[in-house]
């Protein structure tokens, strides 16, 4: 009986595998290591940007073609020798960067999980997860509603005394602005989920500024659309304040 009970001691005495995996993890590097991996981690991110950026490069003009759909048949001018071939790059690089978006937060995954807490590492993937589909959600919402709304009212005002010809340059300057500005917008859930993880704040002092938050979305609506017309800011202040509560909503659930 004293050999079996030495024994279970001895088992409930051996280190689980997460117990391992933290040690693995916990391994102390230096300064020099640190720069190393980071180094690393920014090449490859780098690599992935650059075959996103070409693959789209080569099939700019069906990019191009899409993003011209809101504009319902407005004519584009090229206004310069040369203006579209360095729009084409500008979409490209949008694209390009978009498309390998889940790559490089592989690497800054990779990069922050050793110097995660378990609690945190288990909590690392939702959240990654969760911003990578609120990016897409963002744009999306964009292109169906920003874009649409804010072009309606531009080419409605004054349509029966100018004739719509846009710049190629000017207009996808604000088609990617607004796409990506709305892409990030979209950020706000994961921001307070981040809050609430590491204690600075809870769904009860959230709740308690919603006046304040009213505030800012009209505010962040009007900073974050390069167009002037009340459609798409409250649009997007709209947006703003729905995500807001959502996210209190979603502290709330994770008991925070």
């Known amino acids: 009986m004293e050999d079996v009970s030495e024994t279970a001691i001895a088992i409930a005495d051996q280190p689980s595998d997460d117990d391992a995996l933290d040690e693995i993890d916990d391994v102390e590097m230096s300064l020099f290591d640190h720069l190393e991996e980071l180094r690393s981690r920014v090449f490859y991110a780098l690599i992935a940007v650059i075959i996103g950026v070409i693959g789209c490069f080569a099939v700019v003009n069906k990019i191009v073609a899409l993003l011209e759909i809101p504009a319902q048949g407005v004519k584009f001018l090229q206004l310069a020798p040369g203006e579209y071939f360095f729009v084409s790059i500008k979409v490209a690089g949008y694209s390009g960067l978009l498309v390998s978006s889940p790559a490089i937060l592989y690497q800054i995954v990779r990069f922050i999980l050793p110097g995660l807490t378990r609690k945190e590492k288990r909590a690392i993937a939702p959240i990654v997860f969760g911003s990578s589909i609120l990016f897409v959600?963002?744009?999306?919402?964009?292109?169906?509603?920003?874009?649409?709304?804010?072009?309606?009212?531009?080419?409605?005002?004054?349509?029966?005394?100018?004739?719509?010809?846009?710049?190629?340059?000017?207009?996808?300057?604000?088609?990617?602005?607004?796409?990506?500005?709305?892409?990030?917008?979209?950020?706000?859930?994961?921001?307070?989920?981040?809050?609430?993880?590491?204690?600075?704040?809870?769904?009860?002092?959230?709740?308690?500024?919603?006046?304040?938050?009213?505030?800012?979305?009209?505010?962040?609506?009007?900073?974050?659309?390069?167009?002037?017309?009340?459609?798409?800011?409250?649009?997007?202040?709209?947006?703003?304040?729905?995500?807001?509560?959502?996210?209190?909503?979603?502290?709330?659930?994770?008991?925070?």
């Open 137 to 256: 959600l963002g744009i999306v919402f964009a292109y169906q509603l920003l874009i649409p709304a804010a072009l309606n009212f531009f080419i409605s005002y004054g349509g029966d005394v100018v004739e719509q010809f846009w710049s190629i340059d000017r207009y996808f300057e604000f088609v990617l602005l607004l796409l990506f500005s709305t892409g990030l917008a979209f950020q706000i859930p994961v921001i307070q989920a981040l809050l609430a993880l590491t204690g600075i704040v809870n769904s009860a002092r959230m709740l308690a500024g919603w006046r304040y938050v009213v505030l800012g979305a009209v505010i962040l609506g009007a900073v974050l659309t390069p167009s002037t017309d009340p459609m798409t800011q409250s649009l997007l202040a709209g947006a703003v304040g729905i995500l807001y509560f959502g996210g209190i909503f979603l502290v709330k659930a994770m008991g925070k």
